[in-house]
């Protein structure tokens, strides 16, 4: 099934080159894309941070993590021990930076094939046993990558079109 | 004058990475979170380069940019402009912006870095002097594998790291995942290997400032010349003679060498003095020697021995030394002992600090004194 001109399959494919990237850029580590868990896979606090694109084509994508992988991600992009990482809003931060830059360059993707968009700022949500579900009829794509030991899941979420 | 970088992000992340980025240049940071206090603070601290987000609330980097065209003191300011978005239309908009150069998130460090440093130049931090007893990593770049051994013993008492590598071009990807704090290279190496090796090293940022000491025959004169010439920071002949390897490398490093004087024996510190004693010598055996003490102490040392009999020319420097050597064992409540040829025996008796310092003959005299 596809929205507009580009299949949503294409946008995933994207999706999934974009991760790679930035974890081979900013971590110099691989993110190996990966049958995603169900419902994240766990009852471990998460971290899932969101971004939102609206123009020719309107979406969402969450980033989610555990709360500890976030961590983990946060001590190493800043180059600090996570012993000296306090409250949340160092790792918020982080984790809305960091999807920021992977749906940025779906965007940029998503606008170089005609569909020029704008994104909304980064927001995070925190918790444990949550699920996101949209209320009006929207394709859904889930995303898994492993990350050494650890696990990313990237929710898709595209408006269907008329 | 130290560079001025004014980064201008709303995230909090990115303008830590770029703090990050630039920790060892010799530059000061300063920071904004959004247009508006951008062209404040530039305002104030007329920064050499502007890291510029584009989408930012309050005021973009667009707009920001734009009021910063209009103003005679902040428009020849030069900006890099960081977006998250490559596409083409944005880039073509970033480019008719005027900006200087552009860098996409997700982003190296590096390569911001090397973008501002071609805009303007970002010396490197000065070192904090290295010392003897330090880690110090060696690369030998030399394609007889028993020279590499020969330097390998040669420097077996100290704690330096001597790694040996046969070519070149494998030199320069060992520098690429860690930088050597100096460089051995065969002059010999094929190609002009060595000359090849230096020129790369010293085009890059990371490692322009790693010293070269060239390897050739004690009858290469032409080529050590040439050598020196292009910039090698020393050359050491074969065959190898240890104690000048090791004195060319602390030269080229400009090592601390202070502790080298220094040895533990059944709960003693012995410190042998060299053959000659300057001042500049004197003053840092002086610092080095209050330490040891100091560390010593802590440690269980009953006594410090200072063997002053290798002195070729005692002279005042040397009383100086002692004096100041027997006020830290004062503080620290160590006792101490003097071991003396007869020429430092003599000398001690013109100055008043040093008539009646007991002189002792030997180590064992002077353990037991």
Redesign the interface.
Request: proline share 10%; no cysteine; net charge positive.
């Given at each position: 099934m596809t929205t507009q001109s580009i299949p949503i399959e294409e946008v995933c494919d994207w999706l999934n080159t974009s991760v790679s990237d930035v974890f081979s850029t900013m971590f110099s580590s691989e993110a190996q894309s990966v049958p995603p868990l169900d419902s994240h896979g766990t009852t471990e606090p998460l971290v899932i941070g969101s971004v939102g694109f609206v123009g020719e084509m309107n979406g969402v994508v969450y980033i989610s993590v555990t709360a500890a992988f976030a961590r983990t991600l946060t001590s190493r992009m800043l180059g600090m021990p996570e012993a000296e990482i306090e409250g949340h809003e160092m790792v918020n931060d982080v984790i809305g930076e960091l999807s920021n830059m992977i749906v940025g360059s779906v965007k940029s993707r998503l606008c170089d094939r005609g569909a020029p968009c704008v994104l909304t700022i980064p927001s995070i949500v925190r918790g444990q046993n949550f699920e996101v579900q949209p209320i009006k009829p929207s394709e859904r794509r889930l995303l898994g990558f492993q990350c050494g030991t650890d696990h990313l899941a990237v929710e898709f979420l595209m408006k269907l079109s008329k | 004058m130290k560079k001025k970088i004014l980064s201008v992000d709303d995230?909090?992340?990115?303008r830590?990475?770029i703090q990050?980025a630039f920790r060892n240049h010799d530059c000061q940071i300063f920071e904004a979170g959004d247009g508006q206090e951008g062209l404040a603070m530039a305002a104030k601290e007329k920064p050499d380069i502007i890291i510029l987000d584009l989408?930012m609330?309050v005021m973009d980097g667009y707009e920001m940019l734009t009021k910063m065209k209009a103003l005679p003191e902040l428009q020849n300011i030069p900006v890099i402009m960081l977006?998250?978005?490559?596409?083409?239309?944005?880039v073509l908009r970033i480019a008719k912006m005027g900006v200087r150069d552009y860098v996409i998130?997700?982003?190296?460090e590096d390569v911001i870095v090397a973008k501002v440093g071609k805009i303007i130049e970002l010396p490197l931090k000065p070192a904090a002097p290295k010392k003897y007893d330090d880690e110090i990593r060696l690369l030998v770049v030399e394609d007889k594998p028993a020279i590499i051994a020969q330097i390998q013993k040669a420097l077996g008492h100290t704690r330096w790291k001597v790694e040996g590598l046969a070519q070149a071009a494998q030199a320069v990807d060992a520098c690429a995942k860690q930088v050597s704090d100096i460089i051995i290279a065969s002059l010999s190496l094929p190609e002009e290997g060595a000359y090849d090796l230096f020129t790369k090293l010293r085009g890059d940022s990371k490692t322009k400032g790693v010293p070269f000491i060239g390897l050739c025959l004690e009858s290469a004169t032409e080529e050590q010349s040439k050598a020196r010439q292009a910039g090698f920071a020393g050359v050491v002949t074969k065959p190898i003679q240890p104690d000048k390897l090791e004195a060319a490398i602390c030269r080229a490093l400009n090592l601390d060498t202070a502790s080298r004087y220094f040895q533990e024996r059944e709960g003693t510190i012995v410190l042998t003095m060299p053959e000659q004693l300057d001042s500049t010598l004197a003053d840092k055996l002086s610092l080095c020697s209050r330490e040891k003490v100091m560390s010593g102490v802590e440690s269980g040392i009953g006594k410090l021995v200072i063997d002053l009999s290798p002195l070729k020319s005692p002279n005042l420097d040397m009383v100086q030394f002692v004096v100041s050597v027997a006020e830290a064992c004062s503080e620290f409540s160590l006792s101490y002992a003097l071991i003396g040829s007869e020429a430092v025996i003599q000398e001690c008796k013109k100055y008043e600090e040093s008539q009646g310092w007991r002189i002792t003959e030997n180590l064992a005299d002077a353990m037991a004194a």
């Open positions: - | 995230s909090k992340t990115i830590l990475i990050k989408t609330p977006t998250a978005e490559a596409g083409k239309d944005n998130k997700p982003f190296k």
